[in-house]
């Protein structure tokens, strides 16, 4: 219940959250609003050296995706929807630095489709020295 009362009352003062994109990514700009219909106060940042971005923040290689994202200290890579970071930060599992989905997900919060097309994916948890583990599977029934 705490979780839950903790989760609320992030989402009612909006947490805030800084976003690293490159100016011409659509998708990134539709993760942004997702985020913003989801109780986070956003603060967009664009840059073209989104590679340099990513190594400064230490996000394991094999996590990354478009944009990358701070929150609260945690890391978040990419498509991940806005439930799945409340919940981690809510939960702030043990060890973890931060979240991510990996590649760039069709269905995932800014890369849907027109036609409705999804695919399965998974966001991963990650640690400072780039272990990873599922956090929470999506579109599992497509």
């Known amino acids: 219940m705490t979780a839950t009362l903790a989760l609320g009352w992030a989402q009612a003062e909006g947490v805030a959250i800084?976003?690293?994109?490159?100016?011409?990514?659509?998708?990134?700009?539709?993760?942004?609003?997702?985020?913003?219909?989801?109780?986070?106060?956003?603060?967009?940042?664009?840059?073209?050296?989104?590679?340099?971005?990513?190594?400064?923040?230490?996000?394991?290689?094999?996590?990354?995706?478009?944009?990358t994202a701070i929150v609260d200290?945690?890391?978040v890579e990419g498509h991940v929807p806005?439930?799945?970071?409340?919940?981690?930060?809510?939960?702030?599992?043990?060890?973890a630095v931060g979240i991510a989905a990996?590649?760039?997900?069709?269905?995932?919060?800014?890369m849907e489709m027109p036609d409705g097309?999804?695919?399965p994916y998974d966001v991963m948890a990650f640690d400072a020295s780039g272990r990873s583990w599922v956090y929470s599977s999506h579109n599992d029934d497509q």
Request: aromatic share 6%; glycine share 12%; proline share 8%.
């Open 18 to 67: 800084t976003v690293y994109k490159d100016p011409d990514c659509g998708c990134c700009t539709l993760w942004e609003r997702h985020l913003e219909a989801n109780g986070f106060r956003v603060d967009s940042r664009e840059t073209r050296a989104m590679g340099l971005v990513k190594a400064q923040v230490g996000l394991p290689r094999d996590m990354a995706s478009c944009h």
């Open 73 to 75: 200290g945690v890391i």
């Open 82 to 95: 806005a439930e799945v970071v409340h919940r981690f930060l809510a939960e702030r599992p043990a060890g």
């Open 102 to 110: 990996p590649g760039m997900p069709l269905g995932s919060p800014g």
């Open 117 to 119: 097309r999804t695919q």
